[in-house]
């Protein structure tokens, strides 16, 4: 409300006491009604005008200083209940009817937020070097990310744990290096396939793709299971496990995230979390010590770990940010992937004749009967084109996962955020724009033939591994991997839907999955040698 409806109102309400005053003056009573009536009268106005402004309660302390819209929310949890499982598609509307799609201010109970739904001011944010740093969440800290790359400040530490990802973890070399891996992955993952076709009829792909990722990164991080007896006996399966948990508390609500409630724990998730730190620590530890007393594996290996342990003295990682740092890669590695894969795969089950395309350009390249190969990429267009109609269809991280927070106060879009604000770019929103993108919610890969576009961080307008300096550092893994799978699994295999149809419903978890995994049947090809 209007510092100058305020205003009136307060003449108003006077002007009526006055009156009623003199009226009832006479009588006992009515002075002590009337008194009480007034009080209560302009403790409700003060209270609806703190919580009245645009982009709700947070924003009470800034309404003079800065012109930005947005809904007001409930009264203390402003746009809270609105952040379910489809807060992206919420959002999204909420931009769309308030015309803040450049930028909107909102409350998450006491926290203040903008939000863009438009490639301009998000390169403003992504870029932005007062955005460098991100909000950090109870439940990522207690899981140690804040000594990992996602939550680190972005000081020297994080600097170092970049340069050293981003040399011994996903550099080209290294990307290329562990090509054999992933095709034994494929491998298995193929037999499986198979195997659930012949024994249930029907195949549920989301199982075997988490599993096979989960194996994947696994040994690109800690080189051979069998090398590790903590891993070969069920330590693995065990550490898939608590990447699971994970997941599960770092996506939950926690109120205490968005009130400065730090002492309580009204879901018991810091207990959980601290339960799981524990235990993370415990097993990743003993693998870094297994490592450490067999020194004849660290020399000449290939896997991060033994990377990390060869780094020069001055680089070196202490025992418990390795630790942190190992576990990251797993965590965030597992999942990005089987979630693109598993959307890919249902587009592949709806769209046959874009499925027949792609197949046809894969035997075209490779023929009907050899492997498909990391070299053989770069000659299927149709394919990469396949998979960025998807990330911008189902982008895993419709909201980039993790948002970015204001240290100083700055401006975008020419408008004051102050410092302390939380700044998120609604990726989903600007992929689904009509006004960016013709057509936006039909399928359609030839777009990307039309023209080319980049998803690896440089063009706004589909940038579904965020942007900037701190922009996802897997994404050349990711994307080596999505690809060969997915070249794989459609020169193997024909998929056709199973009995129940394919449910595009999604649910934003800490990614954006389908709701209802996906079950479909496949045939064999007679090429095919199992
Ligand atoms: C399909 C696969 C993937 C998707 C869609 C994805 C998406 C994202 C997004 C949106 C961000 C936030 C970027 C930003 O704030 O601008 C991010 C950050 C990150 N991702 Fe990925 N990611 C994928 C795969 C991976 C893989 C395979 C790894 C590691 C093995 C990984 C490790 C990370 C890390 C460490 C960060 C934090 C970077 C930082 O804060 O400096 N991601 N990812």
Redesign the pocket.
């Known amino acids: 409300m209007k510092p100058t409806l305020t205003f009136l109102w307060l003449l108003i309400t006077t002007l009526v006491y006055h009156v009623l005053r003199s009226i009832f003056l006479t009588t006992f009573y009515w002075p002590l009604i009337i008194n009480t009536l007034f009080i209560s009268t302009l403790l409700t106005i003060s209270l609806i005008n703190y919580w009245l402004v645009p982009g709700g309660f947070a924003w009470r302390n800034y309404k003079q200083s800065t012109k930005l819209i947005g809904p007001m929310g409930w009264p203390i949890l402003g746009t809270l209940p609105q952040m379910g499982s489809s807060a992206h598609t919420k959002l999204a509307s909420l931009a769309t009817s308030f015309k803040a799609k450049r930028l909107m201010a909102l409350s998450l109970g006491a926290t203040p937020v903008v939000i863009s739904s438009h490639p301009e001011t998000a390169r403003e944010i ?1 870029f932005g070097s007062s955005f460098s740093d ?1 909000p950090i969440k109870d439940s990522a800290g207690l899981l140690m990310f804040e000594r ?5 400040p972005s000081g020297t530490y ?1 600097r170092k744990l ?1 340069r050293i ?1 981003a040399f011994n ?2 550099s080209p070399r290294r990307i290329l290096g562990l090509e054999s891996l992933r095709q034994r992955v494929a491998d298995e993952m193929m037999l499986k396939v198979f195997k659930d076709m012949e024994e249930k009829g029907v195949v549920e792909v989301r199982g075997i793709l988490q599993e096979g990722s989960l194996s994947n ?1 696994l040994e690109s991080v800690f080189g051979s299971i069998s090398n590790y007896n903590c891993l070969s006996l069920g330590g693995s399966e065990e550490l898939g496990n608590m990447v699971k948990e994970g997941y599960e508390l770092i996506a939950k609500f926690n109120l205490e995230d968005y009130f400065d409630f730090k002492f309580l724990d009204f879901y018991g998730v810091k207990r959980k979390c601290h339960k799981l730190a524990a235990k993370v620590t415990s097993v990743v530890g003993q693998i870094v010590e297994e490592r450490k007393r067999s020194k004849e594996l660290v020399i000449g290996d290939n896997d991060f770990l033994s990377t990390l342990l060869s780094l020069p003295k001055e680089e070196r990682l202490g025992d418990s940010d390795m630790v942190a740092i190992l576990w ?2 797993i965590f ?2 597992t999942d ?2 089987a ?2 894969l598993e959307w890919t795969m249902a587009r592949m089950v709806l769209h046959q004749d874009i499925q027949m395309k792609a197949r046809q350009e894969i035997d075209i390249c490779v023929g009907q009967n050899s492997h498909v190969r990391d070299s053989d990429i770069p000659n299927l267009p149709y394919l990469q084109a396949i998979v960025k109609e998807v ?1 911008r269809l189902h ?3 419709p909201l ?5 927070l204001a240290v100083h106060d700055v401006h975008v879009d020419k408008t004051l955020v102050p410092a302390g604000t939380t700044a998120m770019v609604n ?1 989903w929103a600007i992929s689904h724009d009509s006004s960016i993108w013709e057509d936006p919610l039909t399928f359609n890969p030839e777009r990307f033939l039309k023209e080319d576009v980049s998803v690896m ?1 440089s063009d706004l307008r589909l ?13 050349a ?3 080596a ?2 690809h060969l799978w997915l070249a794989q699994l459609l020169h193997n295999f024909v998929w056709l839907p199973a009995q129940v149809p394919v449910d595009l419903s999604e649910s934003l978890k800490l ?1 954006l999955e389908m709701k209802n995994p996906l079950k479909c049947s496949v045939v064999l090809r007679k090429s095919m040698t199992m």
């Open positions: 992504l991100r990992a790359i996602g939550f680190a994080w970049r990802a973890m996903f990164i990251e890669m965030r590695g990005t992937v979630i693109l990330l982008p895993p991280g980039l996962s993790w948002a970015r990726m961080g940038a579904p591994f965020g942007a900037g300096r701190r922009v996802c550092p897997g994404r893994l990711g994307l991997t999505v990614s």
